[in-house]
């Protein structure tokens, strides 16, 4: 499986971004997606995931400004994120998870808020 995201920048607080990850290769072996984060110095910590169902699960730090979805038609997951706060500022990964608990890792991509 391999990931690649995308749609970071740069944005002023209360501003909006939506990340793309692009999904390849055995992607039937997928039982969830997870997008995580990275701020320089801290460790790396989950954001939203969502399950092949379609349930979805967030971090209490972004519960009511971001929303993580999937389009399978396009192989891909999205995380729409409003109301940004520089302290969401870091490297954002997608993650994806298979049946046998093996884990794929995307590259990051930098999401940057000023103040």
């Known amino acids: 499986v391999q990931l690649q995201a995308s749609g970071g920048g740069l944005v002023r607080a209360g501003g909006s971004l939506r990340l793309s990850c692009g999904l390849s290769g055995d992607i039937g072996r997928i039982n969830g997606l997870d997008w995580y984060r990275q701020a320089p110095g801290k460790q790396r910590e989950f954001v939203a995931g969502i399950a092949n169902d379609g349930v979805a699960n967030y971090a209490e730090s972004v519960k009511g400004r971001f929303t993580v979805s999937r389009d399978n038609a396009k192989n891909t997951v999205y995380l729409q994120m409003v109301g940004l706060k520089p302290e969401d500022s870091a490297d954002y990964f997608c993650?994806?998870?298979?049946?046998?608990?093996?884990?794929?890792w995307g590259q990051g991509t930098q999401v940057t808020v000023s103040s």
């Open positions: 993650n994806a998870v298979g049946w046998l608990g093996d884990v794929h």
